[in-house]
């Protein structure tokens, strides 16, 4: 597996943050818990991005039409999406974040 550092942000717990690398959109996802999750940064609804999400309940909403998604999984749990969106693995190293946007 091979991690790619994609931002250095420090993220709050119940935070977001919208990152693109390589062509691709991510959103960084600090769960109340402080636990880091990334998902795909487009929207299963309409893809647009999901910069400003934010994290309610274990969940991520769209800021554009609401839908909600789980943070663990990316299943959707709200319309008006009914796809959910991808989970990819990230990690915190030596005061980065890596995603591994290979796996
Ligand atoms: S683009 Fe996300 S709910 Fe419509």
Redesign the pocket.
Same mark, same amino acid.
């Not at 554009?64 to 839908?67: E, F, K, P, T, V």
């Given at each position: 597996m091979t991690f790619t550092p994609v931002t250095p942000a420090d993220l709050e717990p119940g935070t977001t943050r919208f990152v693109q690398h390589e062509g691709a959109a991510y959103l960084l996802v600090r769960d109340a818990e402080g636990a880091l999750h990334a998902l795909d940064g487009l *929207?299963s609804?309409?893809l647009?991005p999901l910069e400003g999400a934010r994290v309610r309940r274990g969940h991520v909403l *769209?800021p %554009? %039409?609401? !839908?909600r998604f789980e943070i663990a999984t990316g299943a959707a749990k709200g319309p008006? !999406?009914y796809c959910g969106v991808r989970t990819w693995p990230v990690r915190e190293r030596d005061g980065m974040i890596e995603l591994d946007s290979h796996a």
């Open positions: *929207c609804h309409a647009l *769209c %554009h %039409h609401g !839908a008006p !999406a």
